[in-house]
């Protein structure tokens, strides 16, 4: 295992291990969402898992729902209607915390403006924010640093932070990041989860996380939430893995063994499941710099996935199966998939395909790394067969280039690092096959996070909900406060 930490960016810089490609469905199922006006869940609307132990409930669940991706409102933009006191403050709280996570250190004054909110208003909802550990007061702004002298505020680096974990076909990972979204412990190990039992694999992931609680906890940060991002279909009401075909799992209770296996300390935290392609794209729409509020990311971790982000929010469809670009056709008389339909995009640019059509399909260890040396190296068949996925990735995406018309296709995962031989015959296809509206070449781009991403994300859907609706939080860890000292 290595721990890396005190990192600047939210960039770690240890390559991830290989993540397998082969078949099956990678999207999470939402329930039906009880909560007025909602018609589909956000991504980090992901409702907060039943805590692992019964007797942690009561102040285990407060933090889930909250709808974190809806692209911040300006203070222009508020709702006209009327609004009772208790809901303008915590739309005030927001925008108080929005506006610091986007200004960095600031005066109370510069927040005032960016807020449209008066200073004394300002001055009393950081109090409050303050109160909940929320926000320091960094003394005396050096001149010039921020404006007007007076004291600079900040969101606080040590206090609340989120915790993401990583079920991996081949990995396990932990990271911890702050509210001001810099990672502040990264854990991985290679893991090889594919032949392992559930709870082989669940035992040994508490272990990581309690390094990277253990480093969090010196750093004098802790996890209010975990988020866990597996390479399949997820129950989220249940917590549990409904079917992970990379992994051969079938209805495993992740959250609850999770609980039972975790360091004390942590178990009053809610333990959420999300699947990695959603995190990955989610975080892509938090980390990436300049990303438009609206893009397909296209991931390979396993099998095939794709995540449409639209208006900043995660578009899951009806039933929560958006994005199964893998079983999109792109020849119909193709090989059989595993789905059991001819001509899936997977069977053409799956990592299991290519390893095959580049004579490497027994090849064991980082699988992505050992196809990049090869097209490093000239290999012919490899480059052939990269060639060939680009090609059929450009052909199925041209469809939902036509069909959506987004800003950008964002190619990330494993899919990254290949980006080099892909992109050439995606562009071409692309360029093709979307004329009505020509598309700009530059609209298709690579990831920088790459298979760090889903980790990266999983971490951060906690740290989005606090700035989204910091007063939740505040009231959460009231009722934990009171459910500790009434023991
Ligand atoms: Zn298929």
């Known amino acids: 295992m290595s721990e890396e930490s005190g990192a600047e960016s939210a960039l770690p810089a240890r390559a991830s291990r290989r993540a397998a490609a082969r078949g099956g469905s990678t999207r999470s199922t939402q329930p039906r969402d ?8 956000g991504p980090d609307e992901i409702p907060a898992a039943d805590a692992a132990d019964p007797g942690e409930q009561g102040s285990a669940g407060g933090l889930g729902r909250t709808d974190v991706a809806r ?3 300006s203070a222009g933009h508020r709702a006209a209607g009327p609004a009772s006191q208790q809901g303008m403050r915590r739309q005030n709280l ?3 915390m929005n506006a610091l996570a986007a200004l960095g250190p600031s005066s109370r004054a510069e927040v005032a403006e960016r807020t449209g909110l008066t200073r004394a208003a300002v001055g009393s909802l950081v109090n409050e924010l303050a109160a909940a550990g929320l926000t320091t007061d960094l003394g005396l702004a050096p001149s010039g640093r921020v404006g007007r002298p007076g004291t600079a505020l900040a969101l606080s680096e040590h206090g609340p932070a989120g915790l993401g974990l990583e079920i991996g076909v081949e990995r396990l990972g932990a990271c911890v990041i702050d509210l001001h979204g810099t990672v502040r412990t990264w854990v991985e190990t290679e893991a090889p989860n594919r032949s392992r039992a559930p709870r082989e694999v669940l035992a040994e992931l508490s272990d990581v996380a ?19 991002a597996v390479p399949g279909l997820v129950d989220a009401a249940n917590g549990a893995v409904e079917q992970a075909p990379n992994l051969g799992w079938r209805a495993v209770p992740v959250a609850q063994s999770l609980g039972q296996w975790l360091p004390a300390p942590l178990r009053p935290v809610p333990i959420e499941l999300e ?9 892509e729409l938090w980390h990436a710099p300049a990303r438009p509020p609206d893009f397909i990311h296209i991931s390979a971790e396993a099998g095939i996935g794709a995540a449409l982000v639209i208006d900043g929010r995660l578009f899951r469809g009806a039933r929560g199966f958006a994005g199964e670009l893998g079983h999109v056709p792109v020849h119909p008389e193709g090989p059989l998939c595993s789905c059991g339909a001819r001509g899936c995009l997977e069977q053409y640019a799956g990592e299991e395909t290519v390893l095959r059509a580049s004579g490497l399909a027994d090849a064991g260890g980082d699988r992505i ?20 996925a680009g090609r059929a990735l450009g052909t199925a995406l041209s469809g939902a280039v036509n069909l959506l018309d987004p800003s950008a296709l964002v190619l990330g995962g494993a899919y990254a690092e290949l980006g080099e ?13 979307v004329t009505v509206r020509p598309w700009s070449p530059d609209a298709l781009r690579l990831s920088q996070l790459g298979r760090r991403g889903p980790l990266l994300g999983a971490a951060t859907v906690t740290i ?3 700035i989204e609706d910091p007063a939740r939080y505040a009231d959460w860890r009231k009722a934990r406060e009171l459910a500790a000292a009434g023991r």
Do not use: C, F, K
Request: charged share 20%.
């Open 34 to 41: 009880g909560e007025s006006g909602a018609s589909a869940r």
């Open 71 to 73: 692209p911040q409102r």
């Open 94 to 96: 927001a925008l108080v």
């Open 210 to 228: 309690a390094a990277a609680l253990q480093h969090a906890a010196a750093q004098g940060l802790h996890p209010v939430g975990t988020v866990v």
């Open 275 to 283: 699947n990695e392609a959603n995190l990955g794209a989610l975080a």
């Open 369 to 388: 790394r050992l196809l990049t040396d090869q097209a490093l190296g000239g290999n012919p068949l490899v480059l052939e067969a990269l060639e060939e």
């Open 421 to 433: 031989w892909l992109l050439p015959q995606m562009r071409r296809e692309l360029a093709a096959r």
């Open 464 to 466: 989005r909900r606090i």
